[in-house]
């Protein structure tokens, strides 16, 4: 199956013990396996304070934005349609974030369609 973003190699290793497994049967596998879990709501703070957008919604996202490899936030937000970055000065497993910045480019802040 060419262009299938599955390691058929991996595959055929997951079918040994249980016989012949397709490919996106042995992806279904592994990502229920690595499903996340989670535990409960958590109140992320930024210095100290409760992160509010302010103006209703927010899309919340964790990546390794600033690349220092530790997962940052990103966050978009309703107003204005900017996106806050939030670098993450703690760790992934206990992130810790202490100022943010609206996300630029050529030095202004990048704004997508809202409303
Ligand atoms: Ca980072």
């Not at 600033?66 to 940052?72: E, P, S, W």
Request: charged share 25%.
């Amino acid at each position: 199956m060419q262009g299938f973003p599955c390691d058929q190699n991996a595959a055929r290793r997951e079918a040994g013990a249980h016989g012949w497994m397709r490919p996106l049967e042995a992806l279904e596998r592994r990502l229920l396996l690595s499903a996340p879990q989670f535990t409960g709501e958590v109140l992320l703070e930024c210095a100290g304070e409760p992160i509010d957008v302010t103006d209703g919604c927010s899309a919340p996202y964790v990546v390794d934005f600033n690349m220092d490899g530790r997962r940052d936030l990103l966050v978009g937000q309703f107003a204005d349609g900017k996106i806050r970055f939030y670098p993450n000065v703690g760790t992934d497993d206990a992130p810790l974030y202490d100022s943010w910045s609206y996300v630029q480019a050529n030095g202004a802040d990048l704004a997508g369609s809202y409303g």
